[in-house]
């Protein structure tokens, strides 16, 4: 893939540790900042589609209470584990 110079400032300290790692690793500093910032802006993006599914799930209007979630939790680990729990509050609309 074609890449473009792109500059940004670091400081010192980072840039030692950068430079480090891509010895260790026998790659370039430009290489592990071009990863480092391409999985730093897909976990954005993963983030914000998370955010936007789980809000339009809520404007739908049905929730799982806290006290089903505790219970749930709760039941981790023993003999009658609960199963996920459904929503059980529906606000009028």
Same mark, same amino acid.
């Given at each position: 893939?074609? @890449?473009?110079?792109?500059?940004l400032?670091?400081?010192?300290? @980072?840039?030692? =540790?950068?430079e480090?790692?891509a010895?260790?690793?026998?790659?370039?500093?430009?290489? =592990?900042?071009?990863? %480092?910032?391409?999985?730093? =802006?897909?976990?954005r @993006?993963a983030?914000?589609?998370?955010?936007?599914?789980?809000?339009k799930?809520?404007?739908?209007?049905?929730?799982?209470s806290?006290e %089903?979630?505790?219970a749930?939790?709760?039941?981790?680990g023993?003999?009658?584990? =609960?199963?996920?729990?459904?929503?059980?509050?529906?606000?009028?609309t």
């Amino acid at each position: 893939m074609a @890449t473009i110079p792109f500059s940004l400032r670091i400081d010192p300290s @980072t840039k030692a =540790l950068l430079e480090q790692e891509a010895k260790r690793g026998d790659r370039t500093p430009s290489y =592990l900042a071009n990863k %480092a910032i391409k999985n730093f =802006l897909q976990a954005r @993006t993963a983030k914000r589609k998370a955010i936007n599914e789980a809000i339009k799930k809520a404007d739908k209007g049905a929730f799982v209470s806290e006290e %089903a979630v505790d219970a749930w939790v709760d039941s981790w680990g023993i003999e009658n584990e =609960l199963p996920v729990p459904e929503p059980d509050i529906f606000p009028d609309t």
